[in-house]
């Protein structure tokens, strides 16, 4: 379509005052990449994609859009649309002219400004709301009129904060999908920022997981759930959250056995290798995703400790097991044909490679 570009941000930093939001942020976006910035309140992904946008001024950092520096450059002239949560439509203005605005600000000539708003419209679906002002749409349509806004002037770059906050949990669902959907087939680089690992998970080609400023990991979505790179990660992607168990490691003729309150628990020559090689101190947490907890009645050879049922929500599709484990109270998935009951004993096991070790000190992942 010959809108594609690409985004490099270089050691981004910007502060407030004494708030330090965005501490050395790096981020290479792809020609026509969906990336995410994923996050906790407060962790700087707003006020990076601001900085991007132009809208906040960087203390250090360059940033660069088709390799040109644009530190200098007000946000008019970087060829970027901006989404907000609040996607504030003119209320006054009809549907037609809340998406020409954008295009009668830089005085596009009155025949092409017609042909893009209904070209924009078509795209969208929403052709035959044209006519109605902003309060007679639903929040899905409001939201798609907004797109259309920011798209009708084909930017170089989309830029959206959380562009689907404001809707309710069966449309946000579905918007997603729709929005990525427009984003693959227009193929607009997007740098687009959400609290929400599970949308992050489902929109993204590469997801940025921050905290306290700063980038943690990007990766793919299917690297950053198999392989967090730290417990911070590991236990923000994924819902329920990973389990963590904190364990000393004793070592014995070369072969590592974690020990936890709950068990005693050897890892093979290669894991023991990887483990001492890593470590910084003598303790780790092993960090097991719900799924990968087995859980048997009878005690089998992948049996690692007991617990006990403490809660069973069915969640329909599966059922999250709550069970308590000396002074842990850990979440399982099962399928919804498991038969358990409240208060029984089971035995817990892991599946086989599916666990993930952690430095207690460092947080980050060595297995
Ligand atoms: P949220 O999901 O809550 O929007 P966020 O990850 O987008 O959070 P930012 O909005 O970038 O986070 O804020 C990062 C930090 O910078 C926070 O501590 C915030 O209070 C602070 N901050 C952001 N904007 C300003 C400002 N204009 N003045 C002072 N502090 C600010």
């Known amino acids: ?26 981020l ?22 601001r900085c991007i946008a132009g809208l906040e001024t960087p203390d ?39 998406l020409a605005f954008p295009l009668r600000m830089r005085k596009y000539p009155k025949q092409e400004i017609d042909r893009k708003v209904r070209e924009v419209a078509k795209l969208l679906n929403i052709s035959h709301l044209l ?4 309060r007679q749409l639903s929040g899905g349509e409001q939201q798609r009129v907004a797109l259309g806004r920011a798209l009708v002037r084909t930017p170089k770059v989309f830029l ?36 929400d690992q599970a949308e992050a998970m489902a929109m993204a080609d590469k997801v940025a997981v921050m905290n306290k400023g700063k980038v943690l990991q990007y990766d793919a979505p299917t ?10 990660v590991g236990g923000f992607v994924g819902s329920p959250p990973m389990n963590f168990i904190k364990a000393s490691v004793s070592e014995k003729d070369g072969q590592i056995t974690l020990v936890s309150e709950l068990f005693s628990y050897q890892l093979d020559p290669e894991l023991s290798k990887i483990v001492r090689e890593g470590l910084t101190g003598g303790e780790v947490y092993l960090g097991v995703r719900p799924e990968d907890l087995v859980l048997s009645r009878e005690k089998t050879p992948q049996s690692v400790f007991q617990a006990e049922i403490y809660v069973l929500e069915p969640m329909g599709s599966n059922i999250i097991v709550d069970l308590k484990a000396g002074e842990y109270l850990l979440k399982a998935v099962v399928p919804p044909t498991a038969d358990l009951r409240f208060g029984e004993r089971v035995w817990v096991g892991f599946m ?16």
């Not at 976006?29 to 006020?47: I, M, N, Q, W």
């Not at 360059?62 to 520096?69: A, F, G, H, V, W």
């Not at 006519?131 to 902003?134: T, W």
């Not at 690297?223 to 911070?232: G, L, S, T």
């Open 1 to 26: 379509m010959g809108w594609m570009s690409k985004v490099k941000v270089v050691n981004l930093v910007k502060r407030f005052d004494k708030t330090v939001a965005v501490n050395g942020v790096n």
């Open 160 to 195: 959206m904060d959380e562009p689907l906050s404001n809707l309710d949990a069966k449309l946000r669902v579905y918007m997603r999908a729709e929005l990525k959907k427009l984003q693959k087939d227009l193929k607009i680089t997007t740098i687009y920022v959400t609290h």
């Open 131 to 134: 006519d109605r002002k902003p």
């Open 352 to 367: 086989a490679g599916r666990y993930h070790i952690f430095d207690a000190k460092t947080e980050k992942a060595l297995v």
């Open 223 to 232: 690297v950053i759930y198999e392989k967090p790179a730290d417990m911070f």
């Open 28 to 49: 290479d976006v792809g020609d026509g990449e969906f990336v995410v910035l994923l996050g906790p309140s407060g962790c700087g992904k707003t006020t990076t994609l």
């Open 60 to 98: 250090e950092g360059e940033i660069y859009i088709d390799d040109n520096l644009v530190n200098d450059l007000p946000p008019k002239d970087r060829d970027i649309a901006m989404v907000f949560q609040n996607y504030a439509l003119y209320p006054h203005m009809k549907v037609y002219d809340n």
